[in-house]
């Protein structure tokens, strides 16, 4: 989970289109398309936990899907949960999300999940309040996350490989994840270090830089 500080200019507004609540947004690359993106899955990597089970990325279309969860603090009763689709394309990151969900935190939360696109506002005018604190945490929430994404410099030389999801000699770490997801275990000594997939594959590393993979 990621907490949200609410200390930033309102820059991304969060809308309600066809009946349903959106924020999108765009950002022109600081970098090129391949760097942006990748740069783009392993900031969600490290949001969203396992690359497996919460996101997913077709480095091809240069897209990503994830489910991240924000809350105003650690104290807060309730987080949020919502879809994220990233893309990078002729220059440009743009996003969207969507599916919106307010949940409470523990046993006390005091209420069931509230799902933002079935809120009915005549019948139920308090929940307005959720609306209010998404709206601000989606904000600053977005903001952090084009400011991150676009300060990260990701050298893609292997790209090929990374849409074929094949790990190759000479890829570097961030590469190696692009392509197979962070390893299961790391074991390393002086001269190299190993990465250990649960699929029984093995990375090897020396400065860096793989040198070996064995599957």
């Given at each position: 989970?990621?907490?949200v500080a609410a200390n930033a200019d309102t820059k991304y507004t969060l809308e309600k289109k066809d009946g349903k609540y959106v924020c999108q947004g765009s950002a022109a690359c600081g970098n090129n398309d391949k760097s942006t993106f990748g740069s783009a899955v392993l900031w969600a990597l490290e949001q969203t936990g396992d690359i497996n089970e919460n996101k997913t990325y077709d480095a091809l279309k240069m897209q990503l899907h994830a489910r991240p969860m924000i809350s105003a603090g650690e104290e807060a009763r309730r987080?949020?949960?919502f879809n994220l689709t990233l893309?990078?394309?002729k220059g440009t990151l743009t996003?969207?999300?969507?599916?919106?969900?307010?949940?409470p935190k523990g046993f006390l939360g005091g209420f069931t999940t509230v799902n933002f696109d079935k809120i009915n506002l005549e019948k139920k005018p308090g929940q307005q309040e959720f609306i209010d604190e998404f709206a601000t945490l989606c904000d600053i929430f977005a903001q952090r996350m084009v400011e991150s994404i676009m300060a990260n410099d990701v050298p893609m030389g292997n790209w090929e490989a990374i849409i074929q999801k094949q790990v190759i000699k000479g890829m570097n770490e961030n590469e190696c994840i692009l392509a197979m997801g962070k390893p299961e275990r790391i074991t390393q000594n002086s001269q190299r270090t190993q990465w250990l997939y649960a699929s029984g594959a093995i990375v090897v590393f020396e400065k860096g830089i793989v040198t070996a993979v064995v599957k």
């Open positions: 989970m990621l907490p987080s949020y949960t893309q990078v394309k996003f969207l999300i969507d599916k919106i969900r307010c949940v």
